[in-house]
């Protein structure tokens, strides 16, 4: 008597789940295929759903004003020197309090949350306040400062958990063959925290790029990121494709560093960040 077949139950399919997965997606893509589109189009009349012109003239206008390539390389100067103060400063503090217990250590890990959990407008007009009497105002180093401040909790909670899901048996079997702090942190720590903390770098310096209140009221009108000058070009130009192709220019570095990311340090590392 030869066996019977076994049948394979037919894998469940969560219709909710991709439903739900579209949704989002249309959410989330729709409004930037609308910019795009009107980034190349050159004329767009209403009720046409497509452009019946397109080309790059409003590409190029833009592209010749002096005022948008100043704009683009502060924001990438302010970007790289927040991110990097916020590491030389966060990582080690992420660092001590992942490791150390201390009293109060988890008042002050809370209290970095307190600059999120208040109207943010509020606490920046407080802030230029106290700026404005130091004549940090108008300032590349008055900007820095309080585009620091932002990246406060992401610099801290992320290694912090980066920092406490290491490994401490692997630790603790190299100190016993006798490295030294040092090399256990190098050969050991740092391997298996690195991806999470170089994310949590590429984050900052995404938020970085992009933050506009804080650069707008204390920058403003002496320093123009390219946030604060879209904004100036929505308000003041009535021709939305100037506005559109400013966006679109916004994506390019934020893009170009998630995708160098994906590549290098996955997916994984962002959601153990988190957490997740």
């Not at 990438?76 to 080690?92: E, K, M, Q």
């Not at 992401?154 to 899901?165: C, G, H, K, Y």
């Not at 050991?188 to 590429?202: C, D, K, V």
């Not at 966006?247 to 996955?266: D, E, H, N, T, Y």
């Amino acid at each position: 008597m030869q066996p019977q077949p076994v049948s394979r139950p037919r894998p469940h399919t969560d219709w909710t789940g991709i439903g739900l997965a579209v949704l989002l997606s249309l959410v989330i893509l729709v409004p930037l295929i609308v910019v795009a589109i009107w980034a190349f189009a050159e004329v767009w009349r209403y009720p046409a759903l497509l452009p019946q012109s397109v080309g790059l003239r409003y590409w190029e206008a833009t592209l010749a004003r002096q005022d948008v390539w100043n704009a683009l390389f502060l924001s990438l100067r302010l970007s790289a020197t927040v991110t990097f103060l916020s590491a030389l400063i966060c990582l080690p503090a992420a660092y001590a309090f992942a490791r150390m217990d201390f009293p109060g250590r988890q008042v002050l890990l809370l209290s970095f949350l307190a600059t999120q959990a208040f109207p943010k407008f509020g606490l920046l007009i407080a802030v230029a306040g106290i700026f404005l009497s130091l004549g940090l105002i108008a300032t590349f180093w008055g900007v820095v400062l309080i585009q620091l401040v932002n990246t406060l909790m992401l610099m801290i909670w992320v290694p912090v958990a980066a920092f406490q899901a290491v490994d401490r048996r692997m630790e603790e079997a190299a100190r016993d063959a006798g490295a030294g702090p040092l090399r256990v942190f190098w050969s050991i720590t740092l391997p298996q925290a690195g991806p999470t903390l170089f994310a949590a770098i590429l984050l900052t310096f995404i938020n970085t790029f992009y933050e506009t209140e804080g650069a707008w009221l204390i920058g403003a009108p002496m320093l123009q990121t390219m946030p604060v000058l879209m904004i100036i070009f929505i308000n003041n130009q009535m021709v939305i494709q100037y506005g559109a192709v400013l966006s679109v220019l916004l994506w390019v570095p934020s893009f170009l560093v998630l995708l160098f990311s994906r590549r290098l340090i996955g997916s994984q590392s962002f959601a153990r960040g988190f957490g997740v």
